[in-house]
């Protein structure tokens, strides 16, 4: 079992939809978890950080934590063509993150 | 803010020769930095770590020999590809946290070794 599992997509939503993107984790005492966006060719972009049960919004994106379920997901709004990248989840139990393999997201106009 | 740069953003070398890669944070100290490889179309393969001063610990498979790394203040480290083979052409990335975990990545090196 990989320590964090993403679907690897690809994953394809109309213009203005809701895109759901999740992630699960095998190590229970990860305290940090992140949401990094890939455009193709580029390096990883940080687009979310989350440390808490809950979830946590900024601007279309909503970052959602469930430690007990050991899985967090990224909500993306209203999506839209430039959000068509590679997304990487990555968990932090000790200093050093552990990527996801990422999920492929597609906007289609 | 959060700013890191690389240097240079794309490189092509002969084989056998070594390539020098910087990674720098611009507008914070950077208490530990992270190097990473991606080949095309695949995940992030994270290389070693490296703190300030602290000679830098590898991931198993990597060669610590052939893959010199070097993070001589705490906004600078480098990753030297000794003796390149095509093999070893791929995307390094670079990246740096200051402490909170948070990772701030470069935008990269493509490698290309003729």
């Known amino acids: 079992q990989k320590e964090v599992e993403q679907n690897s997509g690809p994953l394809s939503v109309p213009e203005g939809a809701i895109a759901s993107l999740n992630c699960t984790y095998s190590?229970?005492?990860?305290?940090?978890f992140f949401w990094y966006r890939q455009y193709s060719g580029k390096s990883p972009e940080l687009i979310m950080s989350?440390?808490?049960?809950g979830d946590k919004e900024d601007g279309r994106f909503t970052a959602q934590l469930n430690k007990a379920s050991q899985y967090v997901s990224l909500l993306i709004r209203d999506s839209q063509p430039s959000d068509s990248a590679t997304y990487l989840c990555?968990?932090?139990?000790?200093?050093?993150?552990?990527f996801g393999d990422g999920t492929t997201l597609t906007v289609k106009p | 803010g959060a700013v890191v740069s690389q240097h240079p953003s794309w490189v092509i070398c002969k084989s056998g020769t070594s390539v020098k890669i910087e990674c720098r944070s611009l507008?914070?100290?950077?208490?530990?930095m992270f190097w990473y490889r991606q080949f095309p179309k695949q995940s992030l393969m994270l290389m070693a770590t490296?703190?300030?001063?602290?000679?830098?610990?590898?991931e198993q498979g990597v060669e610590k020999d052939k893959f010199l790394i070097n993070h001589a203040s705490l906004t600078l480290s480098t990753l030297t590809v000794t003796s390149a083979h095509p093999e070893d052409s791929s995307f390094y990335i670079c990246?740096?946290?200051?402490?909170?975990?948070?990772?701030?990545f470069g935008p990269g090196t493509r490698l290309t070794v003729t």
């Open positions: 990555a968990v932090n139990p000790a200093g050093k993150s552990t």
């Open positions: 990246s740096a946290s200051q402490g909170s975990y948070e990772q701030y």
């Open positions: 989350i440390y808490s049960n």
């Open positions: 490296s703190n300030e001063g602290s000679k830098a610990t590898y």
């Open positions: 507008d914070f100290q950077a208490t530990t």
């Open positions: 190590d229970r005492v990860s305290q940090s």
